[in-house]
């Protein structure tokens, strides 16, 4: 059991740190819309815009990138559990002598004939 001392301690200086804010600082900066693409008023006639340093770096990343996933997707082996059970039926069906690759028998007429 805590003596009452503690107690009343623990009620007196519980509100005074739950109402205290840490590390808060003024409102959040906001940037008001100024109805222009990316904040960018437009140029005028005759000026060319001049890339930031991080352009550039940002552009090779981002579609270098996407060529290596591109050209690593088309090259990823085969992994599906569907390709490797029809090598396995066929290379069991090889072992017993079977053909896997089915081929229709001559004897049988191709059209049914007419039962009178």
Same mark, same amino acid.
């Given at each position: 059991?805590?003596?009452?001392?503690?107690? #009343? @301690?623990?009620?007196?200086?519980?509100?005074?740190?739950?109402? #205290? #804010?840490?590390?808060? %600082?003024?409102?959040? %900066?906001?940037?008001?819309?100024?109805?222009?693409?990316?904040? =960018?008023?437009?140029?005028?006639?005759?000026?060319? #815009?001049?890339?930031?340093? $991080?352009?550039?770096?940002?552009?090779?990343?981002?579609?270098?990138?996407?060529?290596?996933?591109?050209?690593? @997707?088309?090259?990823?082996?085969?992994?599906?559990?569907?390709? $490797?059970? @029809?090598?396995?039926?066929?290379?069991?069906? =090889?072992?017993?002598?079977?053909?896997? @690759?089915?081929?229709?028998?001559?004897?049988?007429?191709?059209?049914?004939?007419?039962?009178?």
């Amino acid at each position: 059991m805590l003596p009452a001392s503690s107690i #009343r @301690l623990a009620r007196v200086a519980v509100p005074r740190y739950a109402s #205290r #804010r840490f590390a808060s %600082h003024d409102a959040p %900066h906001y940037n008001e819309p100024s109805g222009y693409l990316f904040g =960018e008023k437009p140029l005028p006639p005759g000026q060319k #815009r001049v890339k930031e340093d $991080w352009e550039n770096i940002w552009y090779l990343g981002m579609f270098g990138s996407m060529a290596f996933a591109s050209v690593m @997707l088309y090259y990823k082996p085969d992994t599906s559990v569907q390709s $490797w059970a @029809l090598n396995e039926a066929k290379a069991r069906m =090889e072992a017993r002598g079977e053909k896997y @690759l089915y081929e229709p028998s001559s004897s049988q007429s191709s059209s049914p004939s007419p039962s009178s």
